[in-house]
């Protein structure tokens, strides 16, 4: 499910190495498979609306 890497490996490793740990052989990985959900349920959520258009808030998980 990860799919085409969609982050910034750089910048993931720059953000979590300023915040004083290392980073994992994985965490690029399950980063990036966590993105690709993300826009699964954002673009579902979308859709559902009516929309093609997906907006900032398609992203917020509410339950």
């Known amino acids: 499910m ?3 890497t969609l982050i910034v490996a ?3 490793k720059a ?5 004083e740990c290392n980073t994992g052989g994985d ?3 399950g980063l ?6 993300l826009i ?3 673009t579902a959520r979308a859709k559902a ?5 997906v ?3 398609d992203f917020i998980i509410t339950q």
């Open 2 to 4: 990860s799919g085409e």
């Open 49 to 53: 609306n009516g929309r093609k258009t």
């Open 15 to 19: 953000a979590i190495s300023a915040k």
């Open 27 to 29: 965490a690029v990985d």
């Open 40 to 42: 699964e349920q954002a």
């Open 32 to 37: 990036n498979a966590w993105v690709h959900w």
């Open 10 to 12: 750089s910048k993931v």
């Open 55 to 57: 907006r900032g808030h």
